[in-house]
């Protein structure tokens, strides 16, 4: 038996034991819950990403996600001219990954991941291989939407990853691990650019590779 509190509204939740099924249960059944990972190195802007989604808002200060914090979100996740009502219990980890045990409960169940990297950190970019074999070896295959975060800050003359890079990064990484449902974005959490469309895709990508009957 396992203590979930969930309030049904897009507010944070406190899991005291991961049991996914548990909160599938006790959403109305209009909605479809999906889980889904946030993965990359420290201070890539996972925690950023997610408060921007979940709750419009943006810190400066960085605060280093201790363990593991689980916000939800309802939205209408928009798949060839329909709007599916669809819900988002959005698990996001340290990027500092100490423990094989609570790597595995974290990807336990999981629906779809984001990749986050940070433009201007070159080291975050080229670690996407390590998260992935992670993934695979944990999940298996999952839709997975590679995000570069930060665009805000790049500048003319400045070597960050650039957009193109980021393209055939991902068409790399296809191929190599050969993954079916992956796909490429780039965010800003600050300013709020293609942060909900990262979502959308990754809620659509969800929908289009897999029935309900297999999700819930
Ligand atoms: N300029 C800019 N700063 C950002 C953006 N996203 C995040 N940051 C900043 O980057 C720092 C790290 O962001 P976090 O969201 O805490 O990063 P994280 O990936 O959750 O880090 P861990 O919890 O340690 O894994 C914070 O100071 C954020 O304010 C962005 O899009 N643009
Ligand atoms: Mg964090």
Redesign the pocket.
């Known amino acids: 038996m396992s203590s979930v509190y969930y309030n049904g509204n897009d507010n944070m939740i406190n899991i005291k034991n991961d049991d996914i099924d548990d909160i599938k249960q006790t959403k109305p059944s209009y909605f479809d819950v999906y889980k889904i990972v946030?993965l990359?190195?420290?201070?890539?802007?996972?925690?950023?990403?997610?408060?921007?989604f979940t709750e419009s808002d943006?810190?400066?200060?960085?605060?280093?996600?201790?363990g593991v914090e689980v916000s939800t979100k309802n939205f209408k996740c928009k798949v060839n001219d329909k709007e599916i009502p669809v819900t988002f219990l959005i698990w996001?980890?340290?990027?500092?990954l100490y423990f094989l045990r609570v790597r595995e409960q974290y990807y336990k169940g999981a629906n779809g991941g984001l990749l986050?990297y940070?433009i201007?950190n070159r080291k975050s970019f080229e670690v996407l291989d390590r998260w992935i074999e992670e993934l695979l070896d944990a999940r298996g295959q999952i839709p997975l939407l590679v995000v570069g975060?930060?665009?805000?800050?790049r500048k003319p003359n400045v070597e960050y990853v650039t957009y193109t890079e980021g393209l055939k990064r991902v068409e790399e990484l296809k191929e190599k691990y050969n993954l079916t449902a992956i796909d490429f974005i780039e965010?800003?959490?600050?300013?709020g650019?293609n942060v909900e469309e990262a979502f959308q895709k990754l809620g659509k990508m969800i929908i289009s590779t897999s029935s309900i009957e297999s999700i819930i």
């Open positions: 946030l990359g190195e420290g201070m890539v802007g996972k925690t950023s990403l997610r408060k921007r943006f810190q400066r200060n960085y605060l280093m996600t201790i996001d980890l340290g990027g500092q986050v940070d201007t975060n930060k665009i805000d800050l965010t800003s959490a600050l300013t650019e």
